[in-house]
C-alpha cells in the first residue's frame, strides 16, 4: 500500500521514457542516413515501428527496459501510440523490479500528457533472479492519464490492488507527486491483514481516500465504515496513521459503532471524535473518545452504558489477544446499569452514578467490570425497576464500587458521604418520609444476585433525618433485609415527641420499634389535648436513666431495665425494671422499686407553700391511670408527711388534678405498720388492714387485733379503730368477741 502513489508514477514516468527514447533515435536515424522508400504511411501518420525495446543503464546498472510490439507517430494532432507496452522498473540493489503492462497508450507531444485508455497491470517487488520477490503489489485500471509538466496521474475508472497485507479497489484514483498523494475518488475499499497475527482483517469502506505518504497516513471522508470480526465502526471522516507499513492507529469523526466479542454479549459505542491505537500484534492497544463518548455493553440480563465527553480505554494485549483493562471517563460522566425487559422478577434496580471523573476496571477477562471508582465528587442513584421497590441515592466526594460476576454490584464504599431513602409507597396511606444520612465513610454490601442492597455501614460524625426525627453516632448500620437501623458510640435520636441517647440504639423501620443499650437516657414530651392524670402527667416531660429500654406499639409503649430511674416533674421512680404504656396509661415497675410523688397544687404553688413528699419502696408496683391507683406488691414502705406506713401490699389513690400527683386515699393489707413520729412523742397503729383519707388525716385501722400505741398515753386495742392524725383523736369499735380495751399511761 505504502508503494501504491509512487508505483503510478514511475509507470507513467518509464512509459514516457520509452516513448520520447524510440522517438529520438528514429529521428537520428533518418537525419543520419537516407533508408529505401518505406510503404506510403497513412497520411494522418508520420511513423511506424514494430518491436522496439529500449533499456535505460547508470553505470552497470540496468535502471529501466520498455518494449512495445507497435509504435506510431501522428502528424497532427502530434501524438505518440504505443501497442502490447511492458515496462520494468529495476530496484536499486537490481534484485527485484517493478512490471508494468498495457495493451496501449499514447502520448501527446504538445501538452507533455500520457494516457493509457485500456487495461493497466502494474506489479511491484518481481524477483530479478531465482529467490522469489517479497511484498509484491498489484494494480489493475484503465484510463490512466499522466501529466508529464506536473508528475500527476490519475484515472476516473476503476481500480484495484493486492498488496502483502490486503487488497483495496476504488473508482478513480489520482497521484499528486509535489505532495506525495494518492486520491483514491469514490467508492474507495480496503482490506487490510496482518500476516501471521490471530486478529481479524481490518476493512475500510468510504467515499473517498487520501493516502499521504509523507505524513504517513489515510484519509477517509464524507462517510466511512471500518469493520474487523464482530467490530463495526461508521461516521462522517477518519484518518488511519501508519507506522512501517502497518496500521498503528485510527482518527474517527462521528463516529460510532459495534462489536460482539461474546456471543451473548454486544458492545456499542459512539463519538464525536475516537482515536483507536493498535500495538505491535495489530491488536488494539487504547481507544480515546471525544465530545459525547458513548460505550455501552449488553447482556442477556442488562446493558451498562458509559457516558462522558472524553473516555479513554486502555486494552491489554497479554496472550496476543487485545482485552480491555480499564476505561476512564471524564466530563459528565454517567455509568448506567439496566436490566433487560425481559428478565422476570424480581429485577435488580436500575443503577446511575454521575461524576466528574469515573474509571473502570475489568476483569482479567476484560469482559466484566472488576471496579468502578470516581475521582471527584459523585452521585450514585438505584431507581425503582418495578413496583414496590424504593429509590436510593448517595452524593460522596468519592465512590468506589466492586461488581461480582455478571456485573451485579457486590460492594460500594464512599467518604463524605450524604444518603438518601424512599421507600415505596404503601396502598393505603401516604408515603414514608425519606431518610437522609450524612457520614464521613460509608460501606455498603449487595446481594451479588439482584444488586439489592444487604448492610449499610457509616461511621465519623454520623447524622440522619427521617421526617422530625432527627439523629447522631459515631457509627450506624442498616439491614435493609431486616429493615433494621442500629446507631452506636454516642448515639442520640430525637423528634417532636421526645429524645433518646445511649451507647446503642436500634430501630426497626417496618415496625417503628426502638432498642436502646448503655447508658440509656430518653426524654418524652407532653402530648397536646391530653387529660389530666394523677401519675403520668401531661404536662411535663418525661425523663428515664437505664441500662437498656424498648420502644414498641409506635413508641406507646416503653420498657426500662437495668437501674432505672423515670421522673416527671417532682415525680420520681427507680427499679430495675419499668414498663410505660401510653396507650393504656398503666405503669409497671418491678425490682427495688422507690418511688417519690410531690403534691403541690397550682394554688399551693402560688402561696409558696412547701410542697408534701410521698415516698414509697416496695419489690413490684402496678398503676393504671383509669384508676388513679398505684399498687405497691410484696412488702411496701410509704413515708409522707412524717407518718411511715409499712404493710405487704399497699394501693395508693390519686386525685385527678393538673401539675399535682396528690394522694387522695391510701390502703395498706398484710402486717400493717403506721408510725408517726413528733418531737417527744411517737404514735404508732398495728392491724391486718388500713385505710387512709389524706384531706381529713384519717387512718382507720381493721382486722386482725387492731392496736394503737401513743408514747405519751398508753395503747388501745378494739375490732376498728379511727386515728385522726391531724387533730390527735382516736375513736375506738369493739366486738362482743373482741371488746375494745386502753392502756393509759398516767403523767
Known amino acids: 500500500m505504502r508503494r501504491l502513489g509512487p508505483l503510478l508514477l514511475v509507470v507513467i514516468v518509464a512509459v514516457i521514457a520509452v516513448v520520447a527514447g524510440v522517438h529520438l533515435r528514429s529521428k537520428a536515424r533518418q537525419q543520419s542516413s537516407a533508408p529505401p522508400v518505406p510503404t506510403a504511411l497513412p497520411s494522418e501518420t ?126 478513480g484514483a489520482a497521484y499528486e507527486p509535489e505532495y506525495r498523494e494518492l486520491h483514491l475518488r469514490s467508492q474507495a475499499v480496503l482490506t487490510y491483514r496482518r500476516s501471521g497475527a490471530k486478529a481479524e482483517p481490518l476493512t475500510v ?43 498503528s492507529r485510527i482518527e474517527a469523526f462521528e463516529a460510532r459503532g459495534t462489536d460482539r466479542p461474546e456471543a451473548d454479549r454486544q458492545v456499542e459505542y459512539a463519538a464525536g471524535q475516537i482515536f483507536i491505537e493498535f500495538g505491535a500484534g495489530g491488536e488494539v492497544e487504547r481507544i480515546a473518545a471525544d465530545r459525547n463518548a458513548r460505550l455501552a455493553s449488553v447482556q442477556k440480563s442488562s446493558r451498562t452504558s458509559v457516558t462522558a465527553a472524553h473516555m479513554d480505554l486502555d486494552f491489554d494485549l497479554a496472550g496476543g489477544a487485545s482485552r480491555l483493562r480499564r476505561a476512564v471517563a471524564r466530563g459528565g460522566a454517567v455509568v448506567e446499569s439496566l436490566p433487560a425487559p425481559s428478565l422476570k422478577p424480581p429485577r435488580p434496580p436500575v443503577r446511575t452514578l454521575h ?96 444488586s439489592e442492597l444487604l448492610r449499610l455501614e457509616q461511621w465519623g460524625d454520623f447524622r440522619y433525618e427521617e421526617g422530625d426525627r432527627r439523629g447522631r453516632a459515631g457509627r450506624a448500620v442498616s439491614q435493609t433485609r431486616e429493615n433494621l437501623v442500629t446507631l452506636s458510640e454516642s448515639a442520640r435520636i430525637w423528634d417532636a415527641a421526645g429524645s433518646l441517647a445511649a451507647d446503642k440504639i436500634v430501630m426497626d423501620q417496618s415496625s417503628g420499634d426502638v432498642s436502646a443499650e448503655g447508658s440509656v437516657a430518653s426524654t418524652r414530651e407532653p402530648e397536646p389535648d391530653s ?42 421512680i427507680e427499679a430495675d425494671w419499668v414498663e410505660i404504656d ?125 392496736e394503737f400505741t401513743d408514747s405519751l398515753r398508753g395503747s388501745t386495742r378494739g375490732a376498728q379503730l379511727t386515728w385522726f392524725a391531724d387533730d390527735d383523736r382516736l375513736l375506738v369499735d369493739g366486738r362482743d368477741t373482741q371488746p375494745a380495751s386502753s392502756v393509759i399511761r398516767l403523767k
Open 46 to 171: 508520420s511513423a511506424v515501428h514494430r518491436d522496439l525495446c529500449w533499456s535505460q543503464t547508470e553505470g552497470n546498472r540496468t535502471v529501466a527496459e520498455v518494449c512495445a510490439k507497435r509504435f506510431s507517430q501522428l502528424k497532427s494532432p502530434s501524438r505518440l501510440y504505443l501497442e502490447d507496452v511492458e515496462v520494468k522498473v529495476f530496484a536499486a540493489d537490481g534484485a527485484t523490479f517493478d512490471r508494468i503492462r498495457t495493451a496501449n497508450a499514447e502520448f501527446d507531444t504538445e501538452d507533455s500528457s500520457f494516457y493509457a485508455g485500456g487495461e493497466v497491470e502494474i506489479t511491484t517487488g518481481e524477483s530479478a533472479g531465482d529467490e522469489p520477490g517479497a511484498q509484491r503489489v498489484f494494480i489493475r485500471t484503465s484510463g490512466l492519464k499522466y501529466e508529464s509538466k506536473t508528475g500527476r496521474a490519475s484515472t476516473d475508472r476503476p481500480t484495484a490492488f493486492r498488496f502483502e497485507h490486503g487488497e483495496g479497489r476504488s473508482v
Open 205 to 247: 469502506e468510504t467515499g473517498e481516500l487520501i493516502y499521504k505518504e509523507r505524513d504517513s497516513a489515510i484519509l477517509v471522508g464524507p462517510w466511512y465504515r471500518l469493520k474487523r470480526g464482530e467490530m463495526a465502526v461508521e461516521g462522517g471522516k477518519g484518518v488511519l496513521w501508519l507506522k512501517e507499513g502497518d496500521i
Open 355 to 450: 461524576s466528574d471523573v469515573i474509571e473502570l476496571s475489568m476483569g482479567p477477562d476484560g469482559r466484566e467490570i472488576s471496579d468502578v471508582r470516581t475521582g471527584a465528587p459523585g452521585v450514585i442513584e438505584f431507581l425503582p425497576s418495578q413496583p414496590g421497590q424504593g429509590l436510593r441515592r448517595l452524593e460522596a466526594d468519592r465512590i468506589f464500587v466492586t461488581y461480582a460476576q455478571g456485573n451485579h454490584i457486590r460492594g460500594l464504599e464512599a467518604t463524605r458521604a450524604s444518603t438518601r431513602t424512599e421507600r415505596p409507597r404503601p396502598s393505603r396511606g401516604p408515603a414514608p418520609p425519606p431518610m437522609l444520612t450524612w457520614s464521613r465513610d460509608l460501606k455498603a454490601e449487595f446481594d451479588p444476585e439482584r
Open 531 to 572: 387529660k389530666p392524670s394523677a401519675v403520668l402527667s401531661q404536662g411535663d416531660p418525661l425523663h428515664a436513666r437505664s441500662a437498656r429500654m424498648f420502644l414498641t406499639a409506635g413508641g406507646r409503649r416503653a420498657r426500662y431495665e437495668g437501674g432505672v430511674v423515670v421522673w416527671q416533674a417532682g415525680n420520681r
Open 582 to 706: 401510653r396507650g393504656e396509661r398503666t405503669l409497671v415497675a418491678r425490682g427495688n422499686v422507690r418511688s417519690r410523688f410531690v403534691e403541690q397544687s397550682d394554688a399551693a404553688k402560688k402561696r409558696g407553700a412547701v410542697p408534701v413528699f410521698t415516698l414509697v419502696r416496695a419489690p413490684e408496683l402496678y398503676y393504671a391511670d383509669k384508676t388513679r391507683t398505684a399498687e405497691y406488691r410484696g412488702g411496701a414502705d410509704m413515708v409522707r408527711a412524717g407518718m411511715t406506713v409499712s404493710a405487704a401490699d399497699l394501693r395508693g389513690i390519686f386525685a385527678a388534678g393538673a401539675g399535682s400527683s396528690e394522694l387522695e386515699k391510701a390502703y395498706a393489707d398484710g402486717d400493717v405498720r403506721i408510725a408517726q413520729a413528733a418531737p417527744g412523742r411517737t404514735r404508732l397503729g398495728r392491724a391486718e388492714h388500713a385505710e387512709y383519707v389524706v384531706a381529713q388525716g384519717k387512718i382507720v385501722l381493721s382486722g386482725g387485733r387492731p
